[in-house]
């Protein structure tokens, strides 16, 4: 199987930056892409960042401009670099990977446990 395990979240005040990371484990082929995504109290999980195996990034428009997502293939560990936080970015923050597990021919989507972020005076 393919574990995730993510770290870095904690509270920051407003302006202040963050950088989590989400490390990739186990029986892994390839990982042909990975995400982050964050979820605030009463709200809907919210896409925020992918980069996929060219490297290309994406980011939600909330946070383009301020966030960026890096990977570090050689270790499988994905970053989001977080700068200029805002209060609106207080979220549980989760990493998922499009991975397909060695033997496999398909990808499935795996999740990591999450990790909180506040922004707060």
């Known amino acids: 199987q393919v574990q995730l395990v993510e770290s870095g979240g904690g509270l920051v005040q407003p302006g202040g930056s963050l950088r989590l990371s989400c490390a990739a484990s186990?029986?892994?082929?390839?990982?042909?892409?990975m995400d982050w995504y964050r979820q605030a109290p009463g709200k809907q999980r919210e896409w925020v960042a992918a980069?996929?195996?060219?490297?290309?990034?994406n980011f939600a428009d909330s946070v383009k401009g301020r966030f960026t997502i890096s990977r570090d293939n050689a270790k499988n560990i994905v970053y989001l670099q977080m700068n200029s936080l805002k209060p609106e970015d207080t979220a549980v923050y989760y990493c998922?990977?499009?991975?397909?597990?060695?033997?496999?021919?398909?990808?499935?989507?795996?999740w990591g446990q999450g990790t909180q972020v506040t922004v707060s005076s």
């Open positions: 186990g029986s892994i082929s390839s990982i042909n892409a």
């Open positions: 998922s990977a499009d991975a397909v597990p060695l033997g496999y021919r398909s990808q499935y989507r795996y």
């Open positions: 980069i996929i195996s060219s490297g290309s990034t």
